[in-house]
């Protein structure tokens, strides 16, 4: 259904087949088909609006495999991602490790932690309960950045024993501001 035009003059009572255009025409802006491509710019966008373009991120992802033991109590890098944005924006980081406590006392806590640019974003703790039980630890974080290449850094630190590390993702969203 697509819009009619629909004028009346002065001191005109207008038909019901007129009437009937104003329905129809309120109808085709409800589902879109009266609105003509191209007529929304973004003159017509309130300050701060949802676009496409803003929907539409950088994606980059990387997959390492470790194989190996953490026994330190202080944070120590498990991998890192190089991020180039070329204009300001907003960062949205996942990142998971996944292994499993293979020595030391059961009830330990292992720790991941995702640092953008250096600075630190978000902790995540978990509790091994039983040696030898596969874990994994999910980190999320969302900030902004300015335009520039910067690394997200996953650290990790154990709280007692050994835990060996598998596998480490990482995948970073840059939005456009």
């Given at each position: ?18 009437w ?40 980059y ?16 890098t ?88 598998w ?11």
């Amino acid at each position: 259904m697509a819009y009619t035009a629909w004028s009346v003059s002065f001191g005109e009572q207008p038909s019901a087949a007129k009437w009937n255009i104003l329905g129809s025409n309120d109808a085709s802006f409800a589902d879109g088909t009266g609105i003509s491509a191209g007529a929304i710019g973004a003159t017509q966008l309130a300050a701060g609006a949802v676009t496409s373009a803003k929907l539409a991120p950088t994606v980059y992802a990387t997959d390492s495999f470790i194989g190996s033991g953490i026994t330190n109590t202080s944070y120590a890098t498990v991998t890192t991602q190089s991020v180039t944005m070329a204009a300001s924006g907003k960062v949205l980081v996942q990142a998971s490790m996944s292994g499993q406590l293979s020595s030391g006392a059961p009830a330990i806590s292992w720790y991941g932690k995702i640092y953008v640019d250096g600075v630190g974003q978000t902790e995540h703790r978990n509790d091994a309960w039983v040696s030898n039980a596969s874990q994994t630890i999910n980190c999320i974080a969302y900030t902004t950045h300015a335009a520039g290449t910067f690394n997200i850094t996953l650290q990790a630190k154990v709280g007692g024993g050994t835990f060996t590390i598998w596998d480490t993702t990482i995948v970073t969203m840059v939005l456009a501001a």
